[in-house]
Nanobody
Framework: QVQLVESGGGLVQAGGSLRLSCAAS????????MGWYRQAPGKQRELVAA???????NYADSVKGRFTISRDNAKNTVYLQMNSLKSEDTAVYYCYWNGEIIRSGGHYLHDYWGQGTQVTVSS
């Protein structure tokens, strides 16, 4: 099992900034990638940004140039720095984890999701 603890969401005015954090803990053998997805009311969950163990990043076009994803491998933590926030960034943001967990003497590929943190941008 892997536990993901998210923090940093909240209410901010348009043009402002927020920083999300997601710390992973548990029976971790290795991490392939971590990232953030978001889901706005009435919309499908979408990828915001992801980062691999090697440091390769991927961003949604809508956040390029405004959001930056980073990770601290020693702490198994991923961060999302969100600048120049817009009202359309309002959503529940979910941390995503992909890697191998230790179980029954072996290690197995698995996905985990955080509980979600609300980001609200007022215009």
């Amino acid at each position: 099992q892997v536990q993901l603890v998210e923090s940093g969401g909240g209410l901010v005015q348009a043009g402002g900034s927020l920083r999300l954090s997601c710390a992973a803990s548990g029976s971790i053998f290795s991490i392939n990638a971590m990232g953030w997805y978001r889901q706005a009311p009435g919309k499908q969950r979408e990828l915001v940004a992801a980062i691999t163990s090697g440091g390769t990043t991927n961003y949604a076009d809508s956040v390029k140039g405004r959001f930056t994803i980073s990770r601290d491998n020693a702490k198994n933590t991923v961060y999302l720095q969100m600048n120049s926030l817009k009202s359309e960034d309002t959503a529940v943001y979910y941390c995503y984890w992909n890697g191998e967990i230790i179980r029954s003497g072996g290690h197995y590929l698995h996905d985990y999701w955080g509980q979600g943190t609300q980001v609200t941008v007022s215009s």
